[in-house]
């Protein structure tokens, strides 16, 4: 199985279309329909000063999309989707592995990166994990489902310090005083 990562340039938006809009996406926020992803990506929203978007090939097949996004901020954010049809197969994790080093180096100037992902996305957490990433926060019933299911929403995050050296810093989550009244 050969992966690589191809920077998506304007000539790919029917296939964005299409790659967006035939597929179903469990763990994200909204459905958009074919002209609102056309008008999106014509209007740069998935390649500007903020925003590199890359497909991610296997054996030449769009197999997944990586947005990268606040590009100009020193935390950056991204956005991951496989393709149902090539999930549990290790290709998440080789995606996050890719833009985890493709970010600290061509960025010198960012500290961190950050992720975000529904509490019952259990695979995108163990990739999470498996990546050097340390959980950060968990936001209490943060992500609304489209059924009206508001489920928690889990944050994680890799410093560049730990990229560079193999390591996890976990945040202190015993930090806070304690309460005399209640």
Known sequence: MHIEFLRFSLPDVEP???????????????????ETVRRRAVEGLYDNEE??????????????LVKLQDLNDDTPLFDLRI????????????AVAWLTGYLF??????????GTTRQDNHAMRAIFRKSGYAKESH????????????????????????????????????????????
């Open 16 to 34: 964005l279309v299409d790659f967006l809009t035939e597929e179903e996406w469990p763990y994200h926020v909204g459905t958009q329909d074919r």
């Open 105 to 114: 180096t061509e960025l010198p100037g960012i500290s961190r990166i950050e």
């Open 139 to 182: 936001y209490r019933e943060a992500w609304p489902a489209p059924d009206g299911t508001r489920y928690d929403s889990i944050g994680y995050a890799i410093l560049r310090r730990d990229w560079l050296s193999g390591t996890v810093t976990p945040p202190d989550w015993h930090d806070e005083p304690a309460c005399s009244d209640r």
């Open 83 to 94: 393709r149902q049809a090539w999930r549990e197969r290790g290709i998440g994790t080789k």
């Open 51 to 64: 925003t590199r978007t890359f497909w991610v090939l296997v054996d030449g097949e769009h197999a997944g």
